[in-house]
């Protein structure tokens, strides 16, 4: 089976995350694709194929080579997709030999894909697309890195002239709610080192993300009748606004890239009696991150000095680090990959993620995780799509990986 019709075959099972349940997974539907995955791993010969209570699917791939002893690496990718983007009753369809042009994805509702909007498409004239009808996204993030791993245990398994140390596999809930590292089981898991198969395109190969914190501030006004409110009205809504106007006004998520990090106000409610802002904080470079956080602690206390002690509070907690400190000392991760996509016949390339991955969580707690492309584009969005052959190349590189990590250190 290739890749691509694992990923059609997926496109059935409406598996959702939801950020509101307190469960683990946080939807049923995760279950049911976790143990129909669980049922084509077993069908494919991994023979521990399992979920567990809290439904992370693990397997291993034995070694085929006598007496191996090595780095056992795993592979690992998420089985949920985003809840804000309409995933249901989704009509996935293959585009073949694409022509370059504007692809209607939905006559009736005149919805087009197209190269003007979506560079990535540039690349894959003449190649075959997997897309959707325009009006649910595909879910290739992350079903495909799925199809991918699996594809990769379906070659292994079944051609033994290719050598491999032990391989283990592993398929995480409730990503998209940033929960997919929370009960993952590193022990049980037992690789040594584990590659996430959650990129965008194919010779994508990252291990830079931000350094992230969410700063909340609550503010105490006081309120008093406006017509007496000389020298006795503190406006907390005010407050608040002077206390964002403080902040740089270009380190916002709209004035950033690449390795610019930002402030990013996400939540603000105010009256005169009380107001709360919530922002996240990001940055890669962790001095910057750092200068961030100290800038807004500077602007809380200056805003005390002003107003009174106690107005303005300020509480900052770290949410995830950049996981470039953890790959660092394993740098053979990377090289290992950029040989890998190289001998498939693709250009290894990184680029600093702007957000976390959950590797990166993983990387922490004592698993270093580096992501990989998955040769699909426009995640979370109705014009995601995923390129036939350049999953395939994704398949033929994991093959490579494992091989590589078999062979004698
Ligand atoms: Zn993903």
């Known amino acids: 089976m290739k890749a691509y019709e694992r990923l059609l075959k997926y496109t059935k099972f409406e598996a959702a995350s939801d950020g509101s ?44 080579i006598k007496n191996w002893e090595g ?20 009509k996935a369809r293959v585009i073949e030999n694409y022509d370059g042009r504007d692809i209607v994805l939905n006559s009736e509702q005149n919805i087009t894909l197209s190269p003007k909007e979506y560079d990535s498409l540039k690349d894959y004239v003449g190649k075959d697309l997997v897309v959707t009808d325009g009006t649910t996204l595909l879910g290739a993030d992350n ?17 033994p ?50 350094n992230a914190a969410t700063a909340k501030l609550k503010i105490k006004g006081e309120n008093i009748h406006p017509g007496t409110a000389k020298n006795k009205m503190k406006n907390a809504s005010l407050i608040a606004m002077e206390f964002n106007g403080l902040l740089p006004s270009t380190q916002r998520p709209e004035h950033t890239e690449g390795y610019e990090g930002f402030y990013h106000l996400i939540d603000l409610k105010g009256s005169v009696e009380s107001a709360s802002l919530t ?38 907690v770290d949410s995830y680090a950049n996981m470039e400190e953890q790959i ?38 004592g698993l270093p995780c580096p992501n990989l492309g998955t040769g699909s584009h426009n ?19 994991l093959v490579k990986i494992a091989e590589k990590y078999g062979a004698p250190q």
């Open 143 to 159: 079903r495909a890195g799925i199809a991918e791993i699996l594809t990769m245990a379906e070659i292994l398994l079944t051609n």
């Open 161 to 210: 002239e290719i050598k491999h140390g032990t391989i283990k596999i592993g398929f995480t809930p409730d990503e998209e709610i940033g929960r997919g590292a929370d009960r993952f089981d590193v022990k049980r898991f037992g690789a040594d080192f584990a590659y996430t198969v959650d990129g965008g395109g194919f010779g994508e190969v990252e291990y830079e993300t931000f």
């Open 279 to 316: 922002y996240i904080v990001r940055d890669h470079d962790g001095v910057k991150f750092q200068e961030k956080k100290e800038r807004m602690g500077r602007v809380a206390a200056w805003l005390n000095d002003s107003y009174g002690e106690d107005t303005v509070s300020l509480e900052i």
């Open 71 to 90: 780095i056992v690496i795993g592979f690992i990718a998420h089985m949920d997709v985003v809840r804000d983007v309409p995933f249901q009753n989704l």
């Open 328 to 365: 660092r000392p394993h740098w053979h991760l990377i090289d290992t990959a950029y040989e890998a996509v190289k001998e498939v016949g693709g250009e290894p390339h990184s680029i600093p993620v702007r957000g976390g991955t959950d590797g990166a969580r993983l990387s922490f707690m």
């Open 21 to 64: 349940s307190k469960n683990c997974p946080s939807t049923p539907q995760q279950l049911d694709f976790g143990r129909a995955l669980v049922d084509e791993m077993l069908a494919l010969g991994i023979s521990d194929a399992n979920m567990d209570e809290n439904g992370y699917v693990f397997g291993t791939i034995e070694a085929n």
């Open 379 to 397: 995640h979370h969005s109705k014009m995601e799509y995923a390129c036939v052959q350049a999953m395939d190349d994704c398949v033929a590189t």
